[in-house]
């Protein structure tokens, strides 16, 4: 039986990668942080919670990781743990660069000391290519990452590489793009636009206060994102970094149309521009074209975003109702 370590386990990613992997027999460990030992933090996982062993630690105490990565000596480790901030693009840049550059560093570090035969997934970022030059990004696209979040994701990527290259740890980065679920949080614009169509539907909200509706991304269902982060630990001899993405573009508009329609409303109805939610459109969007992952890995995602954002909207529909 294969023993997978997951950081960030309670987390959208972790919750469908630990059960993806339970599903493939695998024996599944997660790491979480100490603050997120209440019982309300960990709901994603709720359903699962006896079928994986949890261990609290922080990704800042590099003694500690190490202690349990020697006991653990897991097969494999997805790195999945991270800071980050939707929204607003504001933020304590300095938290975000210890947890997400130093978290990294101590894990690869004490796989390198204790368990080197590990192999190692490191979840990188479409933000690494932040205001990108060119359309869509591929693995050999230049970083140009313009959030301290990116940043912190280029450096990630550059430790995967130093411990691949002096280290010889099979250690690689699955450039994530945009990858969402019910299970999303609710500052992120997709969960935002489902939930509060819902709560307006309720007479719960309403109006829907976002910003930019111009903006586009490539957004792919998290369940098919997991199964591309095992494909890459396991469908080819030696590590490689991958583009994970669908290729596709959406508008926030055409995202407000499907959930709002959904529902039998006219976002229009209810929608407010509101400044402070307003970011800057990219000059070249952010989308990503996966074809390395689909000749080398075989994969390719297969939920529609039509599917899934009607799937996030009957899930919220369900969730509110249950709360009046
Ligand atoms: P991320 O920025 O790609 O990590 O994901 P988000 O879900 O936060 O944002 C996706 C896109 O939606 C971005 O281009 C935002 O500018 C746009 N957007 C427009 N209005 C909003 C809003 O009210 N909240 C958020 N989070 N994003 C918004």
Redesign the pocket.
Known sequence: MKKAFITGISGQDGSYLAEYLLGLGYEVHGLIRPASRKDDALWRIESIRDQVKLHIADLGNSQQLESLVRTLQPDECYHLAAKSF??IATGDGAAILQVNVNGTRHLLSALNSVAPECRFFFAGSS?IFGAAEVAPQTETTPFHPRSVYGESKVKGHELVHQYRDQHQLFACTGILY?HESPRRGF????R?ITSTAVKIKLGLEFEL?????E?E?DWGFAGDTVTAMHACLNNVEAPEDFVIATGLTHT?GELLALAFGELDLNYESYLVI?PD?V?P?EAVPLVGDASRAKLKLGWQPRKTFEDMIREMVLSDLDYFSHLL
């Open positions: 939707a929204g933000e945009n500052r992120f614009v997709t935002k206060r976002l910003g930019n509706i903006a991304r926030v509101d939610f970011r459109k």
